[in-house]
């Protein structure tokens, strides 16, 4: 089998407890040679080295400009979902999308900082967001988050677009910032909340399927497509104040498809009922991006 080429690092790296997301949009004059010379500020050893990891994702209309060869066909914009009761997934698609995670939330800041400065001539910053690790890797609804994800050794596979495609080593890519609503979340009885995602609360042990309600959240998203599994390689982490908080949904795909069957799932408009996380949690933002392959942005910047 042929190897595609080697995805960027920090897709897949782990052991990162401090997290910073930009999504940015391009400025209107900007032409493209001023988005390359950014983006080759943006890779240079200072932002990029002393233990962080640096993953770049870029809009579907600025890759394809950028990039027609290596853009997947199927790359596009994301699109706004009505879900059912009044429920919905708005589209806030941006041209750019910066995930640096680190070991703590000083080296975390200080490349976020130099991103932002490295892109500051051809990009606003539209959305900023540090996040991080809740306990061992759960959700602030006490949930832990992951459980499901592919092992390592399958996950390049589940994410990154195969060998002999356009875009190969790269990875569809959907970020979501979610509000959720733990007030009325925590008000559920345990077991209830249980019910909700789908598996319990203290160790994540799935729930036999006859007892498994069909609006319970992992009910909703574990898809076949083609008569498979589809699955998806999910990176997200809890953020906010007090004020406001949830969690930044981020995952990443071989195909755009994956995420569009189960968001349709979870509001409604696919094959059965509304996800019942809808009730306790909302996107306010959604984009897609494409996260290159190494190669495809070297060729690109050098
Ligand atoms: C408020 C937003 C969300 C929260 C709090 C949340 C939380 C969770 C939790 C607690 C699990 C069970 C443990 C695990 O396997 O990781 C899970 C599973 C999963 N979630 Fe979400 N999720 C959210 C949004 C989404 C979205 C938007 C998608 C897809 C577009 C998604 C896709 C999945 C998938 C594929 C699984 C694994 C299902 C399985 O095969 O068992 N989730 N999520």
New binding site residues.
């Given amino acids: 089998m042929t190897q595609a080429p080697v995805p960027q690092p920090g897709i897949f790296a782990q052991g990162t407890r401090s997290h910073h997301h930009l999504e940015l949009a391009v400025r209107a004059g900007a032409t493209d040679a001023d988005v390359l010379d950014a983006l080759r500020r943006l890779r240079e050893p200072h932002v990029t080295a002393g233990g962080v990891n640096l993953v770049v994702g870029m809009g579907p209309a600025l890759w394809r400009r950028l990039a027609p060869s290596a853009a997947p066909p199927e790359l596009r914009d994301f699109e706004v979902i009505d879900g059912l009761d009044a429920t919905s997934a708005p589209a806030t698609q941006r041209d750019l999308w910066v995930w640096v995670h680190g070991t703590g939330e000083d080296v975390a800041f200080d490349t976020a900082r130099l991103a932002a400065v490295a892109l500051a001539g051809v990009a606003t910053v539209e959305l900023e967001l540090p996040a991080f690790v809740y306990k061992d890797s759960r959700?602030l609804?006490g949930?832990?988050?992951?459980?499901?994800?592919p092992p390592m050794q399958e996950a390049a596979e589940v994410a990154l677009v195969p060998a002999g495609r356009p875009g190969e080593g790269g990875a569809f890519v959907?970020a979501?910032r979610?509000v959720?609503d733990l007030g009325a979340f925590h008000a559920l009885p345990v077991a209830e909340q249980e019910r909700v995602?789908?598996?319990t609360k203290p160790d994540?042990v799935?729930m036999d399927d006859a007892v498994k309600p069909a609006d319970a959240?992992?009910a909703r998203?574990?898809i076949e497509l083609d008569g498979e599994e589809a699955?998806?390689f999910?990176r997200?982490t809890p953020y906010g104040t007090l004020a406001e908080h949830?969690?930044y949904?981020l995952?990443f795909s071989a195909e755009l498809r994956r995420?569009d069957v189960?968001?349709r799932n979870?509001f409604g408009r696919g094959d059965g009922p509304r996800d019942r996380?809808t009730d306790f949690?909302r996107?306010v933002s959604g984009s897609y991006f494409f996260a290159p392959s190494l190669r495809d942005l070297n060729e690109l910047l050098d």
């Fill in positions: 959700d609804t949930f832990v988050d992951g459980t499901a994800n959907l979501q979610w959720h995602i789908g598996r994540s799935e959240h992992i998203v574990e699955e998806i999910r997200s949830g969690l949904f995952a995420f189960m968001l979870m996380l949690s996107p």
